[in-house]
C-alpha cells in the first residue's frame, strides 16, 4: 500500500486520468476540473493523492502540463489551477498501443 492506497487503485486512477484527457485531446482542462470529474468514479480520493498521480504521469511524459503566455511564474500557480493535457505517447498510453507495466492493471 502507498500512502493508504493500494496498487490497483493507484493505477486505476492513473488509467482513468489518461481516460478524461483522451477525450478532451488536444485541449487542455485544469487539475481541478479533471479532479472533480474523477470523484465520479473514486469517491474518496484526496487532492494530494491525485496531484501525486498527475505528477507521475507528466514525469513519464504522458501528461504536459500548460502553461499560459501571461505566467510571470509558473511555478506560483496553485496546483487546482494548472492545466495539462496529454502527449502523443499518452494517446497511445490510452488506445493501449504501447503498455507501461506501472499502468498495467492485470
Known sequence: MKNG?????????????LVALRVLYPGSIQADQLFRS??????T????????????LCDKAYVQRIEAEGDDDPALIPWRRRWFRLTTSGIELAD??????????S
Not at 480520493?45 to 507521475?56: M, Q, T
Open 96 to 105: 493501449r498501443c504501447i503498455s507501461d507495466p506501472a499502468l498495467d492493471e
Open 5 to 17: 492506497r493500494k496498487t490497483r487503485e493507484i493505477k486505476r486512477i492513473r488509467n482513468e486520468t
Open 38 to 43: 474523477l470523484l465520479v468514479l473514486f469517491p
Open 45 to 56: 480520493l484526496e487532492f494530494d493523492h491525485f496531484k501525486r498521480d498527475l505528477h507521475y
